[in-house]
């Protein structure tokens, strides 16, 4: 099933990329269900973060063009429009999303490693313009000094000196 996008300008304030606009002809129709008794992502996302009363949704910045076929859903369905916060990602050195060709960094695979929490948390600290390379921190030693506008705007990239850090390697060639 899809949804008939209206013609015109879709445009939102994002909390971290600024003003995104889109003509509605690049996004086209869209599928929001793949079958009549269920709910694509899209749709399902929206709805949820609406009837949970979300506010603000903060996301991989790959994400930043679903944001328009979602408020469009939501606006369509008469629901509230969450505010957007599109972050930058987390890639390899040659520059593509994380893979298992990169190695296996899934957390779960991090803790089977033995990787500190702590370590982690410091790792995403820095990343994120909070803390200094090599830090170990928890959560709760973030909040207070927490300000997106410090977080840099170029995507985090897992190379040697992070591997080194973790304690983990690449993939096997």
Known sequence: MAFRAEPGLSAFDDLFLGRRELDRAEIGDFAFARD????????????D???????????????????????ALLEALGLPVPAFCHVPLVVAEDGRRLAK??????????????????????????????APFGAELRPADLVAGFDLRR???????????????????????
């Open 36 to 47: 009549p008794d269920g709910a694509g992502y899209l749709l399902a996302c929206a709805v």
């Open 49 to 71: 973060d609406a009837l949970s009363g979300v506010t603000e949704v903060v996301r991989g910045a790959d994400l930043v063009d679903a944001a328009h076929c979602q408020i």
């Open 101 to 130: 060709r990169h190695g296996d960094t899934r957390l779960c695979a991090l803790r089977e490693a033995g990787v500190p929490p702590e370590r982690v948390v410091g790792l995403l600290a820095w990343w994120s313009g909070l």
């Open 151 to 173: 977080v840099p705007r170029g995507p985090a990239v897992l190379d040697d000196r992070v591997r080194g850090f973790l304690g983990i390697r690449g993939a096997s060639p």
